[in-house]
């Protein structure tokens, strides 16, 4: 029988996966879902994995068969930490949790005012802020602001100044955050103005994301509870791929 938590870690994989398939068509890229994974056939934007199980015991030979995996980089997002990719040629890169909190549940005052980005020149400011200097700005592209299910969310200060932010995906059961950040005061400065956003926007779905470290304990701090694991497989590099008759 499937446990509330699986659904909740089921519908939360679900949501990660689509915001996972908007930005890969905003590079060009056109993933494709199945019955037990979204799967892009070759490499995925910067941070983004080539997979992401939408079940539990995904059939391992079938998923891997789905993405490039002929050479380094290969990355699957085992949704249900449930996968063994080892003999396949892949490591672990880290663990975490999938996090959910109710719909419209009360949320910490912030000092910063929310919008929705609405224009290529403040996704460019809103990236560059997100990005702090490492030079991936680029990540983000106007295209998804065409998407309907995509709302990039400002922070704002009270002299207008754009400070803090994060992706909001919508989809049929859930809200997913990702792309969390903050100018200052890290975490605990951004998640009250997004989590706000939320309510405002999404007042009746619950917000689903995942975190791992201080950052989960950052979450849960906000209201959040930890639901399920989640692991990002990497592939090695200069390996080649053991699955060939398994």
Request: aromatic content about 8%; overall charge negative; some cysteine.
């Amino acid at each position: 029988m499937t446990t509330p938590r699986e659904l909740l870690v089921r519908a939360a994989a679900r949501n990660n996966a689509e915001w996972c398939a908007t930005m890969s068509r905003s590079h060009g890229l056109a993933g494709e879902f199945g019955a037990q994974a979204w799967a892009a056939p070759a490499r995925t934007p910067l941070y983004y994995p080539d997979a992401v199980t939408l079940v539990p015991s995904a059939d391992r030979a079938e998923l891997l068969a789905r993405i490039d995996t002929a050479a380094a980089g290969a990355s699957v997002k085992d949704s249900f930490a449930d996968l063994d990719l080892v003999t396949a040629g892949f490591r672990v890169l880290f663990e975490a949790q999938w996090i959910h909190r109710p719909a419209r549940a009360p949320t910490t005052s912030s000092d910063l005012d929310w919008t929705v980005v609405g224009t290529p020149d403040t996704l460019r400011v809103w990236a560059l802020a997100w990005d702090n200097g490492d030079g991936n700005a680029d990540l983000f592209r106007p295209a998804l602001l065409d998407d309907p299910a995509t709302f990039v969310l400002a922070g704002q200060s009270v002299d207008g100044r754009l400070v803090a932010g994060a992706v909001a995906s919508r989809s049929d059961q859930v809200v997913g955050i990702t792309n969390l950040f903050a100018l200052d005061g890290g975490r605990d400065a951004a998640w009250p103005v997004v989590l706000h956003a939320a309510n405002e926007l999404f007042p009746t779905l619950p917000v689903v994301g995942y975190e791992q470290g201080e950052d989960l304990a950052v979450a849960v701090r906000h209201g959040f509870e930890p639901v399920g694991p989640l692991r990002i497989w990497l592939r090695k590099e200069g390996q080649p791929s053991r699955l060939s008759g398994a």
